[in-house]
């Protein structure tokens, strides 16, 4: 780790922390009767400014529940939730502050790239100029330049998660939330997507917590790593990756890394 990011690995009041978090959807049926759905039953971590934590857990386990309580699109129904004790001061906005990428890319299908990148700022009322260019700089990142015009359907399914990762760095957020945003790359693009987030990471030192599905992935990617249960979520894990910065694409093949990735397989009981 650098010496950088050993010190943003912070000290102080978390960003977040979440206290034997539980969630329970409920649906009305016929006759007035409510069904219940424990989603989430006892989910607790901190997570400091500048961590990049990575979530994994079987399917169904409440893995993008979870993001949907941080980002403040679902309520939760036990424990407690504490968002914005980091450093700064300024009281924290989940529209202002948060990103998001969902688990599908959801871009309006009337709107170019462009104006679907653009569509936080828009919300936001932010300097639509100032946005522009920013978009622009984030489709060129992302490996759009030349689509910006183009409407969704235009583009491949990959291509379109990539437009919906650059939407949620536009208005240039505090803590970043993303939903296995690579699922739908090809290995090569995916692996390519890491290294340019491990770089978005560690130029703007923001906090970020990834789903993902593949075990490599959230070790090469995290500082931390939350291990769920199969659902309702339990905390199975929750620890730190010591593994040296800057994270290149060899790391992986180091006995550490390794170990690593073999103490989240027993975790989760794959053998
Ligand atoms: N809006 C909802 N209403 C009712 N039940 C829901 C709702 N959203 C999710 N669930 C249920 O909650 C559980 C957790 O769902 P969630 O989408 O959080 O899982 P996940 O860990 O993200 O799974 P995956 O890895 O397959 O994406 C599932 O059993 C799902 O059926
Ligand atoms: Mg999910």
């Not at 004790?85 to 969902?102: H, Q």
């Not at 075990?215 to 939350?226: P, R, S, Y």
């Not at 659902?231 to 990756?241: C, E, Q």
Request: glycine residues 10%; charged residues 25%; contains cysteine.
């Amino acid at each position: 780790m650098s010496a950088v990011l050993r010190e943003r690995v912070a000290t102080g009041a978390p960003l977040i922390r979440m206290q034997q978090l539980r969630k329970v959807y409920r649906k009305k049926q016929a006759g007035g009767r409510t069904e219940e759905f424990l989603a989430v039953s006892d989910v607790s971590m901190d997570i400091h400014e500048g961590d990049m934590v990575s979530l994994v857990g079987p399917s169904g386990c409440g893995k993008s529940t979870l993001l949907k309580i941080l980002s403040g699109l679902h309520g939760h129904d036990g424990g407690t939730l504490q968002i914005g004790g980091g450093a700064g001061g300024a009281p924290f906005n989940a529209g202002r502050d948060v990103g998001m990428v969902f688990q599908q890319p959801v871009l309006l299908k009337w709107r170019t790239i462009l104006e679907n990148v653009m569509l936080p700022a828009d919300i936001l009322g932010l300097d639509r100029k100032k946005a522009r260019v920013r978009a622009h700089e984030l489709l060129e990142m992302v490996g759009l330049t030349g689509f910006a015009d183009k409407l969704p359907y235009e583009l491949s399914g990959g291509m379109q998660q990539r437009a919906a990762i650059a939407r949620a760095l536009i208005h240039d957020p505090k803590l970043v939330l993303m939903d296995e945003p690579f699922g739908a790359l090809d290995a090569l693009t995916r692996e390519k997507m890491n290294l340019e987030m491990l770089r978005i990471w560690e130029e703007t030192g923001k906090t970020f917590v990834v789903v993902t599905h593949s075990i490599q992935e959230a070790v090469f990617l995290g500082t931390h790593c939350a291990v769920l249960t199969a659902g309702p979520a339990r905390m199975a894990d929750f620890f730190p990756i010591d593994l040296p910065a800057p994270r290149r694409l060899h790391l992986k093949t180091s006995p550490a890394f390794g170990d690593y990735v073999r103490r989240v397989y027993d975790l989760l009981g794959v053998e």
